[in-house]
């Protein structure tokens, strides 16, 4: 692998040389997503694709996660990423985050596993421009880069919610995870604001694993579903969306999960609800 190289007028293009990172393990300010209410015009949004990945944070000298963790990639894959600040996802396709999660962790970086991993790039954090300008600068920055590890997200434009909905029904059916809206004259917040939203066709929330449940007929002898609890104090079994490795290990009492579901009832009990993941802040 070859180092690239940048000069100072590069970098002077995509962010002022007083906003350059230096290296750190503290958490990002980084931007965060509200949830999608069809109240918004969407004619003032660009969408992309919600990728299921790790969320980095690239400070021009590490990958870092957004809770701070230092993320341990190879020399060949972050000395060919540029001397600019990028938001972005590790990624390895579409529902593997469990695979990209391992990945990712090893403090010991596997090369082969590493050359599966993408940087997909979606903003310049410390550019002051909106982000219909931050975005055009990241697509031009990706292609002179030219790595093949670090990709730009692509966004398009819609104008109407049956626009919305076609596409999040066609990122659906080829086992995406939802879309992103960013407001095209925004700047970049570092906090969690309605200029950035998340579209889903279903809602996921967290709760604490309080029972394991026995299983029966097909999953005898393994567990059946886990009793959950939500922040909120609700209680409620799961028994869809575990792989056969996971009744088999079950997340541990005590631990937090993501779960999905598609509404409440009267009682606030999430209908539908399956397991997606253990959750776990790195």
């Known amino acids: 692998m070859y180092k690239v190289v940048f000069p100072l007028s590069l970098a002077l293009l995509y962010c002022s040389p007083m906003t350059l990172a230096a290296a750190t393990n503290k958490a990002p300010k980084l931007q965060l997503a509200k949830v999608y209410q069809s109240t918004v015009n969407l004619d003032q949004f660009f969408v992309s694709e919600k990728l299921d990945g790790i969320r980095a944070y690239w400070n021009g000298k590490q990958l870092i996660t957004r809770f701070g963790n230092l993320i341990y990639a190879p020399k060949w894959f972050t000395d060919s990423l540029p001397a600019v600040p990028l938001d972005g996802e590790l990624w390895v396709g579409r529902g593997q985050f469990e695979t990209v999660s391992s990945i990712v962790r090893k403090h010991i970086p596997d090369d082969g596993e590493w050359l599966r991993v993408k940087f997909m790039a979606f903003d310049l954090p410390h550019n002051l421009e ?66 950035l939203l998340k579209v889903k066709s279903y809602i996921d929330e967290e709760a604490i694993v309080l029972k394991h449940l026995p299983g029966k007929g097909k999953y005898s002898g393994l567990m059946g579903s886990i009793l959950v609890e939500t922040k909120s104090g609700v209680r409620f079994k799961i028994g869809t969306g575990f792989s056969d490795l996971e009744r088999k290990n079950p997340p541990s009492v005590g631990s937090e999960i993501t779960f999905r579901y598609r509404g409440k009832t009267s009682r606030g009990v999430p209908r539908f609800a399956s397991f997606m993941r253990i959750r776990d802040e790195f």
């Open 130 to 195: 909106t982000f219909a300008n931050r975005t055009n600068k990241l697509k031009q920055l990706i292609r002179e880069t030219s790595v093949r590890h670090l990709e730009y997200v692509e966004q398009f434009s819609i104008e109407t919610q049956e626009q919305l909905d076609s596409a999040l029904a066609g990122i659906d059916a080829i086992g995406g995870e939802g879309l992103m809206l960013h407001r095209a004259n925004a700047l970049y917040q570092s906090k969690r604001t309605d200029d």
